[in-house]
């Protein structure tokens, strides 16, 4: 919310979003609820996307959508992008470019200096949209649902229009074993204690991302990477939307002082090091636990008996949202 903040934004989502003060975390059957300290957001990507691109144009920003970019070339002078839609394409002249294409962007080339590197053991990730009344009681309102298991973990929660938002990180390896996506979260749901929605999610439609933790290098001359494109590890915590815009707002100042050449090649890379390394050791500690669902299970099992012990494990899987005070309510 910080950066939304920052943007003048904040109000204007709050309004269209569904608040969410709680957590919940199963694995194995046993379950932890807790409530969140600062009280966070549930918005639908369209929605979210929507709002920021009108803001962009409100700004000044040209909006092109359904058109594909692509880097032609680039030197110390500038780049050339070739644009293309169903109307034709277009080569154009920039002086600074801020790549911002995801998990799965095709702008930069995706070999030679450009390439990614993935991480060993990476999930990958899918994500539906449940429509209204066919969830049941997934997540109750105001709660992100988070369920552990063998093949990976899914996060649930309840948007304003009653529709669920599902997004699950998977293991590619037990995920084909499975049979899938759909079968893989419908086995995450019967292990984690919630069998009565194993149906629902085994038949939903999933999209899914290539894989998930991986690094590349994130500056050329006159070229700055930023959100996933610059690199991500999970998403249990939550972060990549705030990692996405806290990361638009700071290169800002490295794109200006490009154009007037005070800049210093390097400079984004240290800011995009500081901005990402310490949250990447937590998501990172975060994801390795959550590769054991018995391990979460007993955690679960101590943090249900020991308040100070429930505090400690939802610091761990907490991320950006710091919980508090374990609820002796549903999880
Ligand atoms: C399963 C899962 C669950 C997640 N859950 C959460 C969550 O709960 N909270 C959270 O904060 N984050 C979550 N994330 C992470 C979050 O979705 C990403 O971190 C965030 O979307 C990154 O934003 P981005 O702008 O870098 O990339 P994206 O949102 O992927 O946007 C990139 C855009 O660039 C476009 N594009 C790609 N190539 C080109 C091209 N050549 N030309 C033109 N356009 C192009 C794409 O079509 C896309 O619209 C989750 C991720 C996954 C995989």
């Not at 060993?120 to 997934?138: D, E, H, I, M, Q």
Request: aromatic letters at 4%.
């Amino acid at each position: 919310m910080n950066s939304l903040r920052q943007m003048g934004l904040e109000q204007a989502i709050r309004r269209v979003a569904s608040p969410i003060h709680s957590f919940s975390l199963a694995a194995r059957g046993r379950r932890l609820g807790v409530c969140l300290d600062q009280q966070g957001a549930a918005i639908g990507r369209d929605v979210l996307d929507s709002m920021l691109l009108d803001h962009a144009a409100m700004h000044g920003a040209v909006v092109r959508q359904n058109s594909v970019a692509t880097l032609v070339e680039s030197s110390n002078d500038g780049c050339t992008i070739g644009v293309s839609d169903r109307e034709g394409s277009e080569e154009i002249s920039a002086a600074v470019v801020i790549v911002a294409d995801g998990l799965a962007g095709n702008f930069l080339p995706r070999d030679g200096r450009w390439e990614s590197r993935t991480a060993k053991g990476s999930y990958f990730g899918v994500g539906t949209r449940l429509p209204p009344g066919t969830a049941g009681a997934l997540c109750e309102p105001g709660t992100i649902a988070m369920r552990c298991g063998c093949a990976g973990y899914f996060g649930a929660v309840l948007l304003n229009d009653g529709s669920v938002d599902v997004a699950a990180a998977l293991s590619p390896e037990k995920t084909k074993q499975l049979g899938g996506p759909g079968a893989a979260v419908r086995q995450l749901a019967i292990e984690s204690g919630s069998p009565e929605h194993a149906d629902v999610l085994a038949t939903a439609r999933w999209r899914g991302t290539p894989l998930l933790t991986r690094r590349r290098i994130v500056e050329a001359p006159g070229i700055f990477v930023v959100g996933d494109a610059a690199g991500y590890v999970e998403p249990f915590t939550g972060e990549g939307m705030s990692w996405g815009l806290a990361a638009g707002l700071a290169v800002a100042r490295h794109a200006d002082a490009s154009l007037t050449r005070r800049y210093q090649l390097g400079a984004w890379t240290n800011e995009w090091k500081r901005l990402a390394d310490r949250r990447r050791v937590a998501c990172r500690a975060t994801a390795i636990a959550l590769r054991s669902p018995t391990l979460i299970a007993v955690s679960i099992r101590i943090a249900n008996a020991i308040p100070a012990a429930a505090h400690a494990l939802s610091s761990v899987v907490s991320g950006p949202w710091r919980m508090s005070v374990p609820e002796r309510v549903r999880a």
